[in-house]
């Protein structure tokens, strides 16, 4: 008895107006390109850098990454295009499906660093800005494995189980694990993971995008191993097995020893970013910097503020100083005059006991005078 399962779409073309093909496999991807464009541009804003300037690059990586994407899968599933009764012709038709996420890597690296030479950026510090929106871009990306209904796994018999109706390329309708569904979740966990490390560990120099691309291999190896389609074998693994394994072990490597000889982030991530350049996804960095500049505006307020004070301070201590100063001098005047009036208390004193000496001498000597002329007369008579 059915009880549930996830749907598959009765077809993965749709006429928009009748006129023009609308293939659901082409618009997830286009979806997760803008996504992972948009996204990038606000981490590249927040790290200092100008706005538009991860779309310019993307201009360059987007191509170039699609070519290795279709060129890994090419080359690795050759006999889809070039055994007996295939048509290589198909090869060009990306549009059917068929991306290898190794190639677009690669090559869309090697665009990226044209784009940002041609910018005067480091390629490890926009590549730090754009790995969470590429991870975001292959969870979008992979529904469109579910237009195509492809990719998915063994036999299940769960309440998730896919429901395969195509009988193409040799498709057996029947019910499946949605591998396609299980890897856009694990992505949408690795971008959340990517986020949150960036913020706590401050990674940079490349640390953040070999992060995604460490935590995408380790999910990758065990979703690729519930895959049943055609694929080729070595010493028992799928060949995606086995590439997610290097690539893992490459990228803890690098995150390693790049945090031994580069620690810590990139302090200028686009030489001559001016504080005014920003659009519409910047708006809010915009923001952030009135608000910085408000704050800086206060600060040198409370600054004036604090020096006024300070000044005032100053100016009242000099005028305590001056009164004490003042007081001490009128203390000394008081006390020298209080010296000077002793000193010439005593004068007086002094000169007045030498007057009254004076005038006892001369009172005795008036006595004498008159007792000789009392005596002198007594002889006469």
């Not at 889809?80 to 038709?93: N, T």
């Not at 080729?232 to 590439?243: A, D, I, K, S």
């Not at 002094?350 to 005596?375: L, M, N």
Request: charge should be negative; aromatic fraction near 12%; charged fraction near 25%.
């Amino acid at each position: 008895m059915e009880i549930a399962y996830i749907p598959s779409p009765s077809r993965g073309v749709y006429e928009l107006f009748g006129v023009i093909p609308l293939r659901g496999y082409a618009f997830c991807i286009i979806i997760g390109v803008f996504v992972a464009v948009w996204l990038g541009n606000k981490r590249w804003i927040a790290r200092g850098g100008r706005p538009g300037t991860v779309a310019d690059v993307a201009v360059w990586a987007v191509p170039f990454g699609l070519v290795g994407g279709r060129l890994y899968h090419v080359i690795t599933d050759y006999q889809l295009y070039f055994s007996e009764g295939q048509d290589w012709v198909d090869a060009f038709k990306i549009w059917e499906g068929g991306l290898g996420i190794w190639g677009a890597i690669a090559f869309g690296a090697v665009g990226a660093w044209i784009g940002c030479r041609s910018r005067g950026v480091p390629l490890p510090a926009w590549a730090d800005a754009l790995a969470p929106g590429i991870a975001l871009a292959q969870a979008i990306g992979r529904w469109g494995n579910w237009f195509n209904q492809e990719l998915y796994g063994r036999e299940t018999d769960l309440p998730w189980a896919l429901h395969i109706t195509s009988t193409t390329d040799g498709r057996v309708p029947g019910y499946y694990h949605p591998t396609f569904l299980y890897e856009s979740l694990w992505c949408i966990g690795v971008a959340v993971l990517v986020i949150w490390a960036d913020r706590r560990f401050k990674l940079g120099h490349g640390r953040a995008f070999a992060l995604y691309v460490a935590a995408y291999c380790a999910g990758r190896f065990w979703i690729e191993a519930m895959r049943v389609d055609e694929a080729h074998h070595f010493l028992g693994m799928r060949l995606n097995e086995w590439t997610s394994i290097v690539v893992f072990l490459l990228a803890v490597l690098y995150i390693v020893l790049s945090a031994r000889r580069r620690p810590g982030r990139e302090e200028v991530v686009e030489p001559g970013a001016s504080d005014g350049d920003t659009d519409d996804d910047g708006a809010a960095v915009k923001l952030d910097k009135k608000s910085e500049d408000e704050d800086s505006e206060t600060k040198d307020s409370e600054d004036k503020k604090s020096d006024a004070e300070k000044s005032e301070a100053k100016t009242s201590e000099a005028k305590t100083s001056g009164a004490k100063t003042s007081e001490a001098k009128t203390s000394e005047a008081a006390k020298s005059e209080d010296e000077d009036e002793k000193e010439t208390a005593e004068a007086d004193s002094e000169s007045g006991s030498g007057s009254a000496e004076s005038e006892t001498a001369d009172s005795s000597s008036s006595v004498e005078a008159k007792d000789e002329e009392a005596e002198s007369a007594a002889k006469k008579a």
